[in-house]
C-alpha cells in the first residue's frame, strides 16, 4: 500500500488528487472537468456532492475518503483565522 493512501488527505486539494485524472473525480462526483479544476483552486467541494464522491472513492479502492473527513475538511477551512491581535 503506498503511502499516499494511509495518510488521511488535509485539504480538498489532496482528496481531489487521489483519483487517477480530473475526469475521473469529475465523473464520479458528476459534475464537469471544469468544475473539478475551480473546487482544486478554491480549495473545496460542495457538500452535495460529497456523497458520490464518497461512493467513487469506495469503487476505485481510494482509502480514508469519507463524509466525515469532507465535513471536517470543510469546517477547517470556515474556521475563523485568530490574528493574535488582542
Known amino acids: 500500500?503506498?503511502?499516499r493512501n494511509t495518510i488521511p488527505p488535509t485539504s480538498f486539494r489532496d482528496v481531489?488528487?487521489?483519483?487517477p485524472a480530473t475526469r475521473s473525480f469529475a465523473r464520479d462526483a458528476g459534475c464537469s472537468q471544469t468544475l473539478v479544476r475551480q473546487w482544486?483552486?478554491?480549495?473545496?467541494?460542495?457538500a452535495p456532492y460529497w456523497q458520490r464522491i464518497v461512493e467513487g472513492a469506495a469503487r476505485r479502492g481510494i482509502a480514508l475518503v469519507d463524509i466525515k473527513?469532507?465535513?471536517e475538511l470543510a469546517a477547517k477551512r470556515r474556521a475563523p483565522v485568530?490574528?493574535?491581535r488582542t
Do not use: E, K, N, Y
Open 1 to 3: 500500500m503506498s503511502t
Open 16 to 19: 481531489i488528487a487521489r483519483w
Open 40 to 46: 482544486r483552486h478554491r480549495d473545496f467541494v460542495p
Open 69 to 71: 473527513l469532507l465535513a
Open 82 to 84: 485568530m490574528s493574535g
